[in-house]
């Protein structure tokens, strides 16, 4: 399977702000030596040795993933801003020419889940197929009403590509061709739903949103089937621990909690996900440096995996 992230951060998306940019020029500069930009290949090549945060930027989309399953079915999970530029890179194939099918899977309805649909071109050209996989029961009337007119002026059900909804059970087994999806209901207000998905021997397990706080650990052994020996977890990690503290409630985890479940479920690799829009890309950076830290002071009890975070663009291939 290959699995894509068009979409990383929470909440709301936040573009790069011009302020930033001039810092990462800033820092670029200060690092140069003149034999890093004597000729076009040094500056390729200096660019690409300068920190993920100095030469590029996790991203402010909101959520949105690609899964392509080994029998190239397409799954959409979440549908936030980030799926506008999937939808830009699916009308070049077969969605282009109205010949496209997909499965569309949504944690929730929160806004940074959904907000890019009206935005998808596929979704404009008659012919595509989605079909729309959820244990919320009113799921369309959610969608049409983001669509109201008050709202946007193009209403979800003119939106010309066929769109059927399907309701499953809670943990109910749906499979897209040879593909096993599961779904598991998480603690967020208002409820969201995590997918694991099986496909060709390899495990990918996706939640966002959720918050794994001290209570919720209490009951972890009921998430084990969910997360187990997955070769890849995307895992909202939107806050700091300490921040974590003093959000209770508020339905988002942090990289420490995830290390955490990640480690008692044999998790292979953990991608940290949902990013704080007040976050800048040195500071994701700074996330990332201490989950690692965290990781390798209690690598004795979580045990050996691989921690990275997620920024747009980002490709895994299972
Ligand atoms: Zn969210
Ligand atoms: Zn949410």
Known sequence: MRIKLWGVRGSLPTPVSGDS???KIRKALSLARPGDISSEESIDSFIRSLPFSVQS???????????VTGSGDLIIIDCGSGIRMLGHELMKGDFGEGRGTATVLLSHTHWDHIQGIPFFLPFYVKGNRFNFYSAFPDLKKRLDYQQAYTHFPVSFDFLPAKKEFFTIEAEEELYVNDTKVVNKLMPHPGAAYGYRIEDGGKVLAYTSDCEFNINEIDHIENYRNFFSDADVVVFDTQYTFEESI??????HSSASMAIDIAGMFNVKRL????????????????????????????AGRVGDMRVDIAYEGMEIIL
Request: glycine content about 6%.
């Open 57 to 67: 930027t996790f991203g402010g989309n909101t959520t949105s993933i690609q899964v």
């Open 271 to 298: 991608i940290l996900f949902h990013h704080e829009p007040n976050y800048n890309d040195e500071k994701l950076e700074s996330v990332l440096f201490n989950a690692k830290t965290y990781l390798s002071m209690n």
């Open 246 to 251: 003093d959000k209770l409630e508020f339905g």
């Open 21 to 23: 940019i001039a810092a």
